[in-house]
């Protein structure tokens, strides 16, 4: 049971909006587009998966990248699967990724060195994703730290 | 004897005899291998009141007891002795070919003392063990000499060999093998040159180890290999080198910018990072004896004024001492300086560090050109420094013999307000992790290594980064980095660890994958050491303890288990900026977990009888 997510439509609802921010983002969206890969995270309560394309041209005028919401068929460089709960509490900066793995909370494949690239350019949203989650309105998914 | 053969070779330089001799079957299993093994030697033969450049003086060479076993990271040696660049004990550890060689040779260290009338060099294979005439490898750098040596030896001959900076006594000197691996810290370059020798040069014999359990090893070398060849590490590690993660470190405040004073570049960890190597210079991989991961690197710039031809490249060590240390962000000029420091035979930690003292004494007028005969250093001038590095390696004009004695003894010549501008602990320049940034327990960790600022005496680094964590000895806890918290405990476990890691000479990027029931298993299988989980810490810490005493009779105290105030300061700017390190407090509770006498800074005799160091107690407290 997640802690913090109702069910998938909560989480892409969420997601959403936040990805298409960072995507955006004139500082980070040039910086992730430059990664050239396509990741695929895998979710688990709620059962859930995003892709974020970040090879081929963007969908959308304005934007570094295309994010999919749910199944799609763009094959993956890199993958990783975790829960819900530990993507939400990563993107507040309060899961440490190398800790993670090692613990075996994330699993990873495919182009992992790729996927290391992008840790330190998606710092800076670490910030910005309370700030997101206050605006939706779900300023109680806002995690404090331990 | 299982695992090790039992037998060392002892050198006497000053009346060229040579001997074999065994070691008591006891020095392994209380001091496991390596540096563990060479400090109970030293202990039991060294001089302790004979300069480290004297002939007197002791050097010490020693594998461990999986040296040459087809197993990932176990393939690295030992050399110890007292440090001349600071005046204790110290012990550095290298990986390469040597140590499988010397094993294969029948030899588990080489012991040498005294001075050759001429240059001389060690060979040493099956049969005999003879020193030779090393007069026309004089002056010769590193792969010259190694080549010299293949040339008449055979092209599988494995070498140690120094450069210049070994004959001039540049107190960080360091020992080359095969010219790409070095025995990188602390100066025994520098001993060797003291002592005339040259090189040692090795011809394996046909492996013929001694194994406690044969097919129990067999299953087990099959399981750890495969484990760390499919390891994420090692994926990372050989697609990208030991930079991989350089851009991570630097946004987290790990990465030391113009001699510590700042915490973050962002251009610089996108200029220097690994992928940024792999894309412009890579020619190559390589790796150590064995070894999967292959983290080494081969490198080749074309052009430009820091051109080299395809050769060894960099590691993260280099890479950042001569970048961001010294205010550089141009990699091939990383590419350029560890190649010329591997060919003249000095640590690129402390040759980075140092040249980083002097630009801040410089630039703070502290330092003048009238002192240093016009030469002017100043930050990311990368052709002056690397120009210099010659100067310091032959001690020539005013600056390269100042410098050539390292960062603390040069500022205690220069004027002592320059002290403020060193990052070392007990004299060893620290390596190019931030504790500010990178972990408080790293800070703690530097402090209380027996050789000094170390990143790898300890597995404080990859504990703190989120790499290794121990549940079968019920330490489960997550660490945050930029606290103190629960860093005196990990300390304790990281000394331990880091112990057995360093006397069984394993590679710390291979063992993040090796669980403590494995240690275990290999020991018992390899040696025969007959542990658990329990009594193999206990060895370890029992290691560590004893380096304690040895630092005791050179006359180091707790008080010398600090940090010089550049690197316990705030930082400046990054994700440290004004954050404060507990150091004391982290300390104090360190010396309460392992026993340690607040003032002496060993452990009580109570503590040492309990760690069946009874003899070893009698002569520290009974002249105490």
């Keep these: 049971m997640s802690e913090y997510y109702r069910d998938q439509e909560h989480l892409y609802e969420i997601y959403n909006y936040f990805l298409d921010q960072v995507l955006r983002d004139e500082k980070i969206g040039p910086k992730m587009s430059r990664a050239n890969i396509i990741i695929k995270f895998i979710y688990t309560d ?47 900066g309060y899961e440490n990724p190398i800790a993670a793995v090692t613990r075996g909370k994330v699993k990873q494949g495919g182009k992992i060195t790729a996927m290391l690239k992008l840790l ?10 309370p700030q997101i989650l206050e605006e939706m309105g779900y300023g109680d998914m806002v995690v404090n730290k331990r | 004897m299982f695992g090790n053969t039992g037998k060392i070779i002892r050198v006497d330089l000053e009346s060229g005899r040579t001997e074999i001799v065994s070691l008591p079957e006891a020095y392994y299993r209380n001091f496991i291998g390596g540096s563990g093994l060479a400090a109970k030697y030293f202990w039991e033969h060294g001089d302790f009141s004979a300069d480290p450049l004297s002939p007197e003086a002791m050097l010490i060479f020693m594998n461990g007891p999986l040296a040459g076993l087809r197993l990932s990271g176990a393939s690295r040696g030992s050399v110890a002795a007292r440090s001349p660049l600071t005046g204790n004990w110290g012990d550095s550890s290298c990986g390469g070919y040597f140590a499988p060689a010397l094993r294969y ?50 092209r599988f001959c494995r070498t140690l060999t120094i450069g210049p900076a070994g004959e001039h006594g540049v107190r960080y000197a360091n020992i080359m093998n095969e010219a790409h691996h070095a025995f990188g810290r602390a100066g025994f370059g520098a001993v060797m040159g003291a002592k005339n020798l040259k090189a040692i040069a090795v011809n394996a014999g046909k492996p013929q180890v001694r194994l406690a359990d044969p097919e129990k090893f067999a299953v087990l070398r099959k399981t750890l290999n495969q484990q760390v060849r499919e390891s994420i590490t090692s994926m990372v590690l050989g697609e990208l080198g030991t930079a ?64 080299v031809a395809d050769g060894p490249g960099p590691e993260y060590e280099t890479i950042v001492a001569f970048g961001a240390l010294l205010g550089s962000m141009d990699l091939a000029a990383t590419c350029k300086a560890g190649r010329v420091c591997n060919e003249l035979g000095m640590d690129t930690i402390s040759a980075g560090a140092t040249l980083a003292w002097a630009t801040e004494a410089m630039d703070q007028e502290a330092l003048s050109e009238e002192e240093t005969a016009g030469i002017r250093l100043q930050w990311g001038d990368m052709p002056a420094y690397i120009d210099l590095l010659p100067q310091i390696a032959r001690r020539r004009g005013p600056l390269g013999d100042l410098l050539a004695d390292g960062s603390v003894a040069a500022a205690r010549k220069t004027g002592d307000q320059t002290l403020a501008y060193t990052a070392h ?12 940034g990178g972990g408080h327990g790293l800070a703690l960790a530097y402090a209380i290594s027996p050789r000094g600022g170390c990143h790898v005496a300890t597995t404080m680094l990859p504990m703190e980064a989120g790499a290794c964590y121990y549940p079968e000895i019920e330490f489960d806890l997550d660490l945050e980095p ?52 329990r009594t193999m810490l206990r060895a370890g810490r029992r290691v560590f303890y004893l380096k304690r005493l040895l630092n005791f009779r050179y006359g180091r105290t707790a008080a010398d288990d600090t940090l010089p105030p550049r690197m316990l300061e705030p930082a400046r700017d ?25 003032q002496k800074g060993i452990p009580s005799r109570k503590v040492l009888e309990a760690y069946q160091l009874p003899g070893e107690a009698r002569v520290v407290w009974d002249n105490a």
């Design chain 1, 46 to 92: 709620p059962d859930s998966e995003i892709t974020i394309d970040l090879k081929n041209p963007p969908a959308k005028a304005g934007m570094y990248g295309t994010f999919y919401l749910g199944p799609c068929d763009l094959k993956e460089d890199v993958w990783s699967k975790q829960s819900a709960d530990h993507s939400h509490r990563f993107w507040h």
């Design chain 1, 120 to 129: 330190p350019v998606v710092k800076p949203t670490f910030k910005r994703f």
């Design chain 2, 482 to 533: 930029m606290t103190d918290r629960d860093k005196p405990l990990a300390a304790v476990v990281a000394t331990e660890i880091g112990a057995i890691e360093n006397s069984a000479c394993f590679c710390q990027f291979a063992d993040r994958e090796i669980t403590l029931p494995q240690w275990v298993d290999l020991f018992n299988s390899v040696a025969g050491y007959d542990w658990n989980i």
């Design chain 2, 244 to 307: 991989a993660k350089l851009e991570y470190g630097v946004c987290n405040g790990d990465v030391p910018i113009r001699n510590w004073t700042s915490s973050f570049w962002e251009e610089m960890g996108e200029a220097l990072t690994g992928d940024a190597l792999s894309e412009n210079y890579l020619t190559g991989r390589k790796s150590c004896a064995f070894c999967s991961i292959a983290c080494k690197r081969m490198v080749k710039v074309d052009d430009g004024p820091f051109a």
């Design chain 2, 105 to 154: 040779a029948g030899f588990d260290g080489i012991v040498v003392t005294g001075r050759a009338s001429s240059p001389a060099w060690l060979h040493i294979d099956e049969k005999r063990v003879t020193l030779r005439a090393a007069d026309d490898l004089w002056g010769k750098t590193t792969s010259e000499t190694d080549l010299a040596l293949k040339a008449e030896n055979g």
């Design chain 2, 574 to 598: 990054g994700e440290p900026q004004g954050i404060q390190i507990n150091f004391e407090e982290m300390k104090a509770a360190f010396y309460g977990l392992m026993g340690l006498d607040p």
């Design chain 2, 425 to 436: 602990s007990k004299g060893l320049e620290a390596p190019m992790h931030d504790p500010r």
